[in-house]
């Protein structure tokens, strides 16, 4: 199964003429096939015929990189059975395919471990294998490639192993701790396969147990091979090492032959490995290091692999089979015909001999071809090989140049960096530069100052233009449109304040500045007197001062230019302080205009809305006339329905009409408030329309249920109950009529209609059947009482049952030893399970009673609650007689006096009715309750060991009974057709039993689901049923000791979303 064998002759194909390209792609499309097939979604083991077509790809190619090229593809993230699948294959390829495949998986490693990964953090049952099977492989691939003495196959001879290991004791050491990392891997993996399956044989025989299993068949072959090589490494170690160095050596390697050797007895005793695999038997106990000559005494465990069935070598052409002879298919059938019948002559004998000469011939041929083939593939590869070697040399030079201009590169952005700054010094030099004529750009800057200001106030008016707009758009809306014009009138008033709070500061911003211009020029002007006072003194100094006189004179005909220049720019911004309060002026009258557009505006929309507003309330009083329209013509049939002949025939619970009753009530109320808003605003009726249109329903609803609780009533409440209901539907109607008129609509008194309503409930509370077998005083007492009886009736189940296997054990051995044992086993653990299902429900039950009961005592609380704590008592009983009837039909088969049918109906019946019990316990549970998740827990694993139950029973059944060979040698043609005539009497008697008996059980599901209904009364029962039941009666409960009542139910049927069987709950 695992090991490569020689392939066939007959595999080959003949193609003369076909390229090397059509050869690969003919095997690339074998090998995605082979690929596809041995890794899919379905839960069952891997084909070794996908497999080993895969395995001979890697030989052919020399490699994995066909495997890998299509495994990359798969969506492994998907799937954890894929995933898992994909692990499986890839074992078996690391272990039977091409020494080169070990140094391909290298190249993906990290491909293998993202799945792991992948999988590791997911809750999934496969992908926590998965998680743990990666691990493994990549394990395995480190230590091949480290060691690549050892090959993936770990066969090597003691010879290689010493050669391996050396001389070194530190070498040595070293490869024994890999070894035993090694070891742990694999026997962490089958832990985990084991963890997940149950051993009994009906799981291993099952294709999900195989799918599981199926890997390990490679895990025993690494363990066998490395626990034969630790021995020996061990026994080398402790030859050159002290015993107390080796002591971690020695307990690691005993707790690994531990469990390697319960993994080898586990597997060994299922049957899906006694025909696929020879498991070893390991020794009691591990070797003895410390004494040299206990390694004469091992001996090397051997993994034996059968040979494979041959319809299993060959289903499929491998490659392409050649096209032969026409007559290949008749042949064939002839050689079928020849095996059954026998030879029609004696001449066939020489023609096989013919064409067993004929494809000897065809093979010799097909071998030369192969040759040539093979020679051609090897000239080609060379051929790539000398690209291969041009391509790299030509990868190198451009390396190389890559690597000059990343220096030139380099070069250059150091002649950058000087240049900037070189340029960082430019520009201190031409900000000196700019400091020194900041001077004479002063003028110039007010200008572009004032210029940059005009800009801004034109940007102003824009703004305020799309702020228009925007306010235009926003008065489109109602009530909130208002107060969003409100708040942007607010916010335009603001910005043309501040527009002129900036306007008045730019004002006097000039005027100071034409200030300090007068003030320089009167400066100028005293310089110019105080020099005029300087060249009258000088005069009068005399003729040797007449040189100082020409030069105050020219000096006086500077100042004098000064002040002609000062005063030409003081005239320039006195001119441009004028344009700018002409262009202020005009801004404002502007503004002043759109205020009053705007306020004009804001006129008409106030009208408008004014008009939207009339038309909301006209449209909410329609609404509300059309809801209460439509709820009087709802109510109308509802009051119609009482005098409908075919309502008669429907009926209805006291208890469902109680609740109809109070939810109307309720919807009073609702309605009451509704009225009030909206007598207060009558803008919005959506509280009064929600109010009405479930009052209406509510109300309908209580009327009919009210008329079909009638049915059942008798006469004197009957006739009661039908005239409430027509006052009620009256009053109901006389309201929706006055909620369509606006006049009557402000005297309209909803409370009118709880009178009727009232008057429903009391009746209805009055026909509630009462419980006639249990005080409501004694329910507390009660229900301790019925669980403590519960848990001892699963204590003395499981303890007949133990005696029962002790009596099996004696009385039987064998097969049928086997059988018991199994079916007592899984009973055990079915009663383990239902005893640890009623200790949690217990707790949650007291954890129910403490934060339910609030002040009251325990027995007030059972007692308010009545009807929840009788279908607690029911369920507690239906468990434990569930539990002894399961004993009772094992004790049955096991004496061989019962049906193995009847052990089966017993696993259905003790799992639907511990559902009933968890249902039970969680109708008044608090959902984040600690306790309710364990009690779910629990009916989960209960389901399990039923199913368990079920299972064992019917693969110990399949083995018991005796299937009786047919025998026909003996009859003739007409005792053939007589036998035929009276099997066909037979089988038409035994189907109309069948039809007979599922009339039957029809009928006693017909009569279970009544006795359940009566019982339970169950508050959502649909009014249209017809009942039986006669109008004067009243349904009584039957005693809480009877069989609890519980919904039929095919086999096998499970909740998948509880996990429990489903059950109809009763008493609560």
């Given at each position: 199964?695992?090991?490569?064998?020689?392939?066939?002759?007959?595999?080959?194909s003949?193609?003369?003429?076909?390229?090397?390209?059509?050869?690969?792609?003919?095997?690339?499309?074998?090998?995605?096939?082979?690929?596809?097939?041995?890794?899919?979604?379905?839960?069952?083991?891997v084909?070794?015929?996908?497999?080993?077509?895969?395995?001979?790809?890697?030989?052919?190619?020399?490699?994995?990189?066909?495997?890998?090229?299509?495994?990359?593809?798969?969506?492994?993230?998907?799937?954890?059975i894929?995933?898992?699948k994909?692990?499986?294959v890839?074992?078996?390829?690391?272990?039977?395919?091409?020494?080169?495949?070990?140094?391909?998986?290298?190249?993906?490693?990290?491909?293998?471990?993202?799945?792991?990964?992948?999988?590791?953090?997911?809750?999934?049952?496969?992908?926590?294998?998965?998680?743990?099977?990666?691990?493994?492989?990549?394990t395995?691939?480190?230590?091949?490639?480290?060691?690549?003495?050892?090959?993936?196959?770990?066969?090597?001879?003691?010879?290689?192993?010493?050669?391996?290991?050396?001389?070194?004791?530190?070498?040595?050491?070293?490869?024994?701790?890999?070894?035993?990392?090694?070891?742990?891997?694999?026997?962490?993996?089958?832990?985990?396969?084991?963890?997940?399956?149950?051993?009994?044989?009906?799981?291993?025989?099952m294709?999900?147990?195989?799918?599981?299993?199926?890997?390990?068949?490679?895990?025993?072959?690494?363990?066998?091979?490395?626990?034969?090589?630790?021995?020996?490494?061990?026994?080398?170690?402790?030859?050159?090492?002290?015993?107390?160095?080796?002591?971690?050596?020695?307990?690691?390697?005993?707790?690994?032959?531990?469990?390697?050797?319960?993994?080898?007895?586990?597997?060994?005793?299922?049957?899906?490995?006694?025909?696929?695999?020879?498991?070893?038997?390991?020794?009691?106990?591990?070797?003895?290091?410390?004494?040299?000559?206990?390694?004469?005494?091992?001996?090397?465990?051997?993994?034996?692999?059968?040979?494979?069935?041959?319809?299993d070598?060959?289903?499929?052409?491998?490659?392409?089979?050649g096209?032969?002879?026409?007559?290949?298919?008749?042949?064939?059938?002839?050689?079928?015909?020849?095996?059954?019948?026998?030879?029609?002559?004696?001449?066939?004998?020489?023609d096989?001999?013919?064409?067993?000469?004929?494809?000897?011939r065809?093979?010799?041929?097909?071998?030369?071809?192969?040759?040539?083939?093979?020679?051609?593939?090897?000239?080609?590869?060379?051929?790539?090989?000398?690209?291969?070697?041009?391509?790299?040399?030509?990868l190198?030079?451009?390396?190389?140049?890559?690597?000059?201009?990343?220096?030139?590169?380099?070069?250059?952005?150091?002649?950058?960096?000087?240049?900037?700054?070189?340029?960082?010094?430019?520009?201190?030099?031409?900000?000196?530069?700019?400091?020194?004529?900041?001077?004479?750009?002063?003028?110039?800057?007010?200008?572009?100052?004032?210029?940059?200001?005009?800009?801004?106030?034109?940007?102003?008016?824009?703004?305020?233009?799309?702020?228009?707009?925007?306010?235009?758009?926003?008065?489109?809306?109602?009530?909130?449109?208002?107060?969003?014009?409100?708040?942007?009138?607010?916010?335009?008033?603001?910005?043309?304040?501040?527009?002129?709070?900036?306007?008045?500061?730019?004002?006097?911003?000039?005027?100071?500045?034409?200030?300090?211009?007068?003030?320089?020029?009167?400066?100028?002007?005293?310089?110019?007197?105080?020099?005029?006072?300087?060249?009258?003194?000088?005069?009068?100094?005399?003729?040797?001062?007449?040189?100082k006189?020409?030069?105050?004179?020219?000096?006086?005909?500077t100042?004098?230019?000064?002040?002609?220049?000062?005063?030409?720019?003081?005239?320039e911004?006195?001119?441009?302080?004028?344009?700018?309060?002409?262009?202020?002026?005009?801004?404002?009258?502007?503004?002043?205009?759109?205020?009053?557009?705007?306020?004009?505006?804001?006129?008409?929309?106030?009208?408008?809305?004014?008009?939207?507003?009339?038309?909301?309330?006209?449209?909410?009083?329609?609404?509300?006339?059309?809801?209460?329209?439509?709820?009087?013509?709802?109510?109308?049939?509802?009051?119609?329905?009482?005098?409908?002949?075919?309502?008669l025939?429907?009926?209805?619970?006291?208890?469902?009409?109680?609740?109809?009753a109070?939810?109307?009530?309720?919807?009073?109320?609702?309605?009451?408030?509704?009225?009030?808003?909206?007598?207060?605003?009558?803008?919005?009726?959506?509280?009064?329309?929600?109010?009405?249109?479930?009052?209406?329903?509510?109300?309908?609803?209580?009327?009919?249920?009210?008329?079909?609780?009638?049915?059942?009533?008798?006469?004197?409440?009957?006739?009661?109950?039908?005239?409430?209901?027509?006052?009620?539907?009256?009053?109901?109607?006389?309201?929706?009529?006055?909620?369509?008129?606006?006049?009557?609509?402000?005297?309209?008194?909803?409370?009118?209609?709880?009178?009727?309503?009232?008057?429903?409930?009391?009746?209805?509370?009055?026909?509630?059947?009462?419980?006639?077998d249990?005080?409501?005083?004694?329910?507390?007492?009660?229900?301790?009482?019925?669980?403590?009886?519960?848990?001892?009736?699963?204590?003395?189940?499981?303890?007949?049952?133990?005696?029962?296997?002790?009596?099996?054990?004696?009385?039987?051995?064998?097969?049928?030893?086997?059988?018991?044992e199994?079916?007592?086993?899984?009973?055990?653990?079915?009663?383990?399970?239902?005893?640890?299902?009623?200790?949690?429900?217990?707790?949650?039950?007291?954890?129910?009673?403490?934060?339910?009961?609030?002040?009251?005592?325990?027995?007030?609380?059972?007692?308010?609650?009545?009807?929840?704590?009788?279908?607690?008592?029911?369920?507690?009983?239906?468990?434990?007689?569930?539990?002894?009837?399961?004993?009772?039909?094992?004790?049955?088969?096991?004496?061989?006096?019962?049906?193995?049918?009847?052990?089966?109906?017993?696993?259905?019946?003790?799992?639907?009715?511990?559902?009933?019990?968890?249902?039970?316990?969680?109708?008044?549970?608090?959902?984040?309750?600690?306790?309710?998740?364990?009690?779910?827990?629990?009916?989960?694993?209960?389901?399990?060991?039923?199913?368990?139950?079920?299972?064992?029973?019917?693969?110990?059944?399949?083995?018991?009974?005796?299937?009786?060979?047919?025998d026909?040698?003996?009859?003739?043609?007409?005792?053939?057709?007589?036998?035929?005539?009276?099997?066909?009497?037979?089988?038409?008697?035994?189907?109309?039993?069948?039809?007979?008996?599922?009339?039957?059980?029809?009928?006693?599901?017909?009569?279970?689901?009544?006795?359940?209904?009566?019982?339970?009364?169950?508050?959502?029962?649909?009014?249209?049923?017809?009942?039986?039941?006669?109008?004067?009666?009243?349904?009584?409960?039957?005693?809480?000791?009877?069989?609890?009542?519980?919904?039929?139910?095919?086999?096998?049927?499970?909740?998948?979303?509880?996990g429990?069987?489903?059950?109809?709950?009763?008493?609560?």
């Open positions: 199964m695992n090991s490569i064998k020689n392939v066939p002759a007959r595999v080959l003949r193609r003369p003429g076909h390229s090397l390209e059509a050869e690969r792609e003919q095997f690339d499309k074998t090998q995605a096939i082979s690929i596809s097939k041995a890794i899919n979604t379905q839960e069952a083991p084909k070794e015929k996908h497999a080993r077509r895969i395995i001979l790809g890697t030989h052919h190619e020399k490699g994995a990189f066909t495997f890998w090229s299509y495994a990359i593809g798969l969506p492994l993230p998907s799937s954890s894929l995933s898992w994909f692990c499986h890839l074992h078996k390829v690391l272990r039977d395919g091409h020494p080169n495949v070990l140094h391909d998986c290298q190249r993906y490693r990290s491909n293998i471990r993202e799945i792991g990964d992948l999988w590791g953090h997911l809750h999934d049952r496969y992908g926590q294998l998965v998680n743990i099977y990666t691990k493994f492989l990549l395995k691939i480190s230590f091949h490639l480290k060691h690549p003495e050892f090959p993936a196959g770990l066969e090597v001879t003691d010879e290689v192993l010493e050669k391996a290991a050396g001389t070194d004791v530190n070498n040595v050491f070293q490869l024994t701790v890999e070894m035993f990392d090694y070891m742990d891997c694999a026997l962490k993996l089958s832990e985990s396969v084991f963890r997940q399956l149950n051993t009994a044989i009906a799981v291993s025989q294709s999900s147990g195989q799918c599981r299993l199926a890997p390990l068949i490679q895990v025993i072959q690494d363990c066998s091979h490395l626990y034969h090589y630790t021995v020996k490494l061990m026994f080398q170690l402790h030859s050159c090492l002290p015993a107390d160095t080796l002591q971690g050596h020695r307990d690691r390697f005993h707790e690994q032959f531990h469990s390697l050797r319960n993994f080898f007895r586990r597997a060994s005793d299922m049957l899906y490995f006694k025909r696929l695999i020879q498991i070893p038997r390991l020794p009691e106990g591990p070797p003895n290091f410390l004494r040299a000559s206990a390694l004469a005494e091992h001996i090397k465990p051997v993994v034996v692999i059968p040979e494979e069935a041959s319809e070598e060959e289903p499929e052409n491998l490659i392409e089979i096209t032969g002879p026409p007559a290949a298919e008749p042949a064939v059938v002839a050689d079928l015909f020849e095996q059954t019948f026998g030879p029609p002559n004696g001449s066939m004998k020489d096989r001999d013919l064409q067993m000469e004929t494809l000897k065809e093979v010799e041929t097909l071998r030369t071809e192969l040759d040539k083939i093979q020679l051609e593939a090897q000239r080609y590869v060379a051929q790539l090989k000398g690209q291969v070697n041009a391509l790299e040399a030509e190198e030079e451009q390396r190389k140049q890559k690597q000059k201009a990343l220096v030139d590169n380099e070069q250059l952005h150091h002649e950058v960096a000087r240049l900037r700054t070189a340029q960082l010094e430019g520009e201190r030099d031409h900000g000196l530069r700019e400091e020194a004529e900041k001077k004479a750009c002063a003028t110039e800057a007010r200008y572009n100052k004032l210029k940059e200001k005009h800009s801004e106030l034109i940007n102003t008016h824009a703004e305020l233009l799309r702020k228009n707009a925007d306010t235009a758009k926003q008065l489109t809306v109602t009530q909130q449109s208002q107060e969003e014009v409100a708040r942007v009138k607010e916010q335009l008033a603001f910005q043309v304040e501040q527009v002129k709070r900036e306007s008045e500061m730019k004002l006097e911003e000039q005027s100071d500045q034409l200030e300090k211009l007068k003030r320089e020029l009167e400066a100028k002007a005293g310089e110019l007197v105080r020099a005029q006072a300087a060249l009258s003194r000088a005069e009068q100094s005399g003729l040797e001062l007449s040189s006189l020409d030069a105050l004179s020219a000096e006086k005909d100042l004098s230019s000064v002040v002609r220049q000062r005063q030409a720019e003081l005239e911004a006195q001119s441009l302080v004028r344009e700018k309060e002409e262009t202020l002026s005009q801004e404002q009258q502007r503004s002043s205009r759109e205020r009053g557009e705007l306020q004009g505006r804001l006129a008409d929309k106030e009208s408008q809305e004014q008009g939207l507003q009339r038309r909301l309330l006209d449209e909410q009083f329609a609404m509300l006339r059309v809801t209460a329209a439509e709820a009087e013509r709802i109510l109308q049939d509802a009051v119609g329905k009482l005098d409908d002949p075919l309502h025939r429907c009926t209805s619970s006291p208890d469902y009409l109680v609740s109809r109070q939810a109307a009530l309720d919807a009073v109320s609702a309605l009451q408030k509704g009225h009030a808003q909206y007598l207060i605003s009558r803008a919005d009726a959506s509280a009064l329309v929600a109010a009405l249109t479930r009052f209406s329903h509510l109300a309908a609803d209580t009327i009919v249920h009210g008329g079909a609780t009638s049915h059942l009533a008798p006469t004197d409440p009957a006739d009661r109950l039908i005239d409430t209901c027509r006052e009620c539907g009256a009053r109901a109607l006389e309201l929706l009529r006055q909620l369509q008129d606006q006049q009557a609509l402000l005297q309209a008194q909803p409370g009118l209609v709880q009178t009727p309503l009232q008057g429903i409930l009391q009746l209805g509370q009055e026909l509630q059947p009462k419980s006639l249990v005080r409501q005083e004694e329910l507390g007492a009660m229900v301790d009482k019925e669980m403590a009886a519960t848990s001892a009736a699963i204590e003395d189940a499981v303890r007949r049952i133990e005696d029962m296997m002790n009596q099996a054990r004696h009385a039987s051995s064998g097969v049928k030893l086997e059988v018991n199994r079916i007592l086993n899984s009973c055990t653990d079915l009663m383990k399970a239902i005893r640890l299902l009623v200790t949690t429900s217990t707790s949650l039950q007291k954890e129910i009673v403490e934060s339910g009961r609030g002040a009251a005592t325990q027995q007030e609380f059972y007692a308010k609650n009545s009807r929840w704590t009788e279908g607690l008592i029911s369920a507690s009983k239906a468990v434990g007689w569930g539990a002894t009837q399961l004993v009772e039909s094992a004790d049955k088969v096991v004496l061989h006096t019962g049906k193995y049918e009847e052990l089966i109906v017993c696993s259905h019946e003790i799992a639907a009715s511990t559902a009933q019990l968890v249902a039970a316990s969680k109708v008044k549970a608090d959902k984040h309750s600690p306790h309710l998740s364990r009690l779910q827990e629990c009916s989960r694993a209960v389901n399990e060991m039923a199913a368990s139950v079920v299972a064992s029973t019917r693969s110990g059944q399949e083995q018991i009974e005796d299937r009786d060979t047919m026909f040698s003996g009859l003739s043609l007409i005792k053939l057709k007589k036998q035929e005539m009276e099997t066909q009497v037979r089988v038409l008697e035994l189907e109309k039993t069948l039809e007979a008996e599922r009339v039957r059980l029809g009928e006693l599901r017909k009569q279970h689901y009544m006795l359940a209904g009566a019982v339970g009364a169950p508050g959502e029962e649909e009014p249209s049923r017809p009942s039986a039941a006669p109008r004067g009666g009243t349904s009584k409960k039957p005693p809480l000791a009877q069989k609890p009542s519980v919904a039929p139910r095919q086999d096998h049927q499970l909740d998948k979303k509880d429990s069987y489903a059950a109809q709950l009763v008493h609560y």
